[in-house]
């Protein structure tokens, strides 16, 4: 009797999300693409939004000027920004169901310390290497994360409190071998590191952008999909069993798809911080707990927060730049904070 009330609780549930969802989507990609045309237009070279539309449509300003700064410096950045929200966010949201723990995000359960760690070894000790071989040691460092976190929080069953905690503590470990490889490294190269450990989309060509795209082609279809077991894993594993899910297979899925997110955008931004718990967080309040309405909302506010804070550090100080990672701790530590605050009696 207590099964089919949860049934049928969880069907209403996604009713009432469903019908919420399209438009609340509809008005967030109306303020990305604003965001985006104000983040092209803003810099020591300014440009209006009428011009920035029709230089990205290919319809001739009258000033040549336009289409290099537009397509050559600013899109690729602002694009590889909103891609990498959309990674974060989606591997935060990914995370929370999986631990049904609000606090869960892969900056402090370890997988970006992880993914970091892998990166930083790539920048340091192979400077040369191609491009395409960031995205994938910082996926294989994060992969191995998550795997020893669940190895050693595996009790007849994986915990998700222990994953938590595990998590916690590998993540000062990798943080401790990475500051160490920083220390004894090539000044040259070093310095890159920490440009690059900041978080910040400095610098993006197109060549990150379509070294990027594929991880989103492929893993975000994957977390839409596999929505509806999330769901049902948030239930408890008990439940989730009761309504025919193989928990730890799916969510040894959901694991690789959130690590492989979170792995791509590290490899692509550098540690930009705590996207993976506002975004679900405030996705939430809008479209509920359902995940098949809050994964895609939870994707685009992700990447409008990244791509807000990249405007935010270029025009506070200009023409000093901030990492757009310093932008999103100093909004999401104090947002932390008040999360457990919040949840302490929880």
């Not at 990609?29 to 990205?56: F, H, Q, W």
């Not at 400095?202 to 060549?207: L, S």
Request: charged fraction near 10%; glycine fraction near 10%; charge should be positive.
């Amino acid at each position: 009797m207590k099964l089919d009330w949860l049934i049928i609780r969880s069907e209403v549930i996604s009713w009432r999300i469903d019908r919420r969802v399209p438009p609340i989507l509809l008005s967030l990609i109306v303020a990305i693409v604003v965001a985006m045309v104000i983040n092209l237009g803003r810099g020591e070279y300014p440009i209006s939004a009428v011009d920035i539309v029709k230089t990205v449509l290919g319809i001739d300003t009258g000033n040549p000027d336009h289409a290099f700064v537009i397509q050559n410096l600013r899109l690729p950045r602002t694009l590889v920004a909103f891609m990498v929200g959309i990674a974060l966010a989606i591997s935060g949201t990914i995370f929370q169901g999986i631990t049904r723990n609000p606090l869960a995000d892969p900056g402090i359960i370890g997988i970006n310390a992880g993914a970091s760690l892998a990166a930083v070894t790539v920048i340091v000790l192979m400077p040369f290497a191609p491009i395409y071989t960031l995205p994938l040691s910082a996926f294989a460092g994060a992969l191995l994360m998550a795997g020893l976190i669940y190895f050693l929080a595996w009790n007849r069953g994986s915990s998700p409190i222990l994953l938590i905690l595990m998590g916690v503590g590998l993540a000062a470990i990798a943080s401790a071998v990475t500051s160490l490889m920083i220390t004894f490294g090539d000044i040259y190269n070093v310095s890159d590191a920490l440009v690059w450990l900041a978080g910040s989309v400095y610098g993006r060509t197109w060549e990150q952008v379509f070294s990027f795209l594929p991880w989103l082609i492929v893993f975000v279809p994957m977390a839409l999909t596999l929505a509806r077991h999330l769901n049902a894993l948030n239930l408890g594993d008990d439940i989730a069993k009761g309504l025919g899910t193989r928990v730890e297979w799916q969510r040894g899925l959901l694991v690789l798809v959130a690590v492989a997110l979170a792995g791509a955008g590290v490899a692509t931004a550098g540690t930009i911080g705590f996207v993976g718990l506002i975004a679900p967080h405030l996705g939430r309040q809008l479209v509920g707990p359902n995940h098949e309405g809050l994964i895609p909302t939870s994707a685009l506010l992700g990447g409008m927060i990244v791509v807000l804070a990249d405007l935010i550090g270029r025009t506070l100080f200009a023409p000093i730049e901030i990492p757009c990672g310093v932008v999103t701790a100093a909004v999401g530590a104090p947002y932390f904070i008040y999360l457990l605050i919040r949840n302490r009696k929880k």
